[in-house]
């Protein structure tokens, strides 16, 4: 029985964010959630950019082939990619995505899967996890140190372990599924997982409403959730297309709808652009391979071919090379994540944060940057806790926003609280990310004293995570 998708794609820049940093995907052949990270400069480009590179492959051409190497390959090229726009650009250093994607041929798929991104397959009134997060948490899972619900409020959630990054080593985990009528197939950005129940979403599932109805359902439960991060979402479903008129239009959402529109209505291809855009992306590979092509008969006819010396001098050399990019990954982490900030407290002030909440032995990734007049006792309960676990930002603008808000809610708090009225304890619509630590050297602003810390250190994550 001939089968195909019914497909729908979703995203939305979510409670705090000025700008999505998100890219999703979903055509006749192929599903693809990819959540940028890296700041303005770079999320949103990482993650366009992948999508830019496996847009092709939603097409008939490509449908009888190996669709494992085939997804296998082009992630490897997108990746590719990110190196080359980095190495232009050194202000893009430190970008990133997740990459969950899917490939269909016939009632065959691949499934290519890098990061905490997500698939899920809802099938016999079940919902599965497809995937395996690449994150410290996982790992921790694994080794039996926590449990699954210990992992969903765990102070490291937000580090991943494998992302793309431009550099080589960047390889997805790849596997092929069978697919059989009625299997409905979920990708999603942790904008999603992160605040919605997967309880909550097996139900929206089981509803069995069109693929458009049940993610624009699930996004909007993530924002009334108040997620702060962006979130996306791909819903597909396993039709006979003997029986049904699938789509054949394709949807793209987040940063590679180039940028033009918010919320979470898809921006279509149609077929005339694809095609158009398929006949631009074959011929420059095509003179690219001439040209390479004549550059070795000519380094053959000057040189001759190369001695066993001259390739024990590439391999010395691609060892250095080897040895550098690990220095440089280190050196990269550290000037990323003083890119970074969040809002907690110092000695009882809501206080900005530049950098990661980390402490290792002797050495602290983040500094006050900025106390507030803001006093953390004036908030009601639900903000007080959040600020508690350090809300974080890409960005300092839109720190210096939270603390505007919580500046407001501070003052009608103490406004109710003087006329004897309880302030509100119930779960307000302030962002929830990642981890409490020892605040460290004293502000540059405000009091030059730092007290104790209350809340103790917490375990490192392992080298080479990032967070978003």
Known sequence: MPTAFNYAARSDTGMVRSDNQDSGYAGPHLLVVADGMGGHAGGDLASAA???????LDDDAYSGGETAKLLADRIARANAELGRLISDDNKLDGMGTTVTAILRSRNTLALAHIGDSRGYLFRDNELTQITRDHSFVQALIDEGRITEEEAATHPHRSFVTRVLTGHEGDDPDVVVRQTREGDRYLLCSDGLTGFVALDTIRDVLADRDSPGVTADRLVQLSLRAGAPDNVTVVIADVVDVTSTSPPTQPQIVGAAAVRRRKGTRPIPITPAQKAAALAAAASPSDE???????????????????????????????????LTAAVGGVIAGYQWSQRQFYVGNYQGNVTIYQGIPLTFPGVSLSEPLHVSEVKVNDLPDFPRSKVAENVTFDNREDADKLVGDLRGRAAECRALRARGTPCGTGPESTPTTTPTTTPPTSPTTGSTTPATPATPPVSPAPTGASSR
């Open 50 to 56: 992948v999508i830019a590179e496996l847009f092709e």
């Open 288 to 322: 690219d391979d001439d040209e390479e092509e004549a550059r070795e008969r000519i380094r053959l006819a000057e040189e001759g071919p190369r001695s066993p010396m001259r390739s024990m001098g590439v391999v010395i050399g691609a060892l250095a090379l080897l």
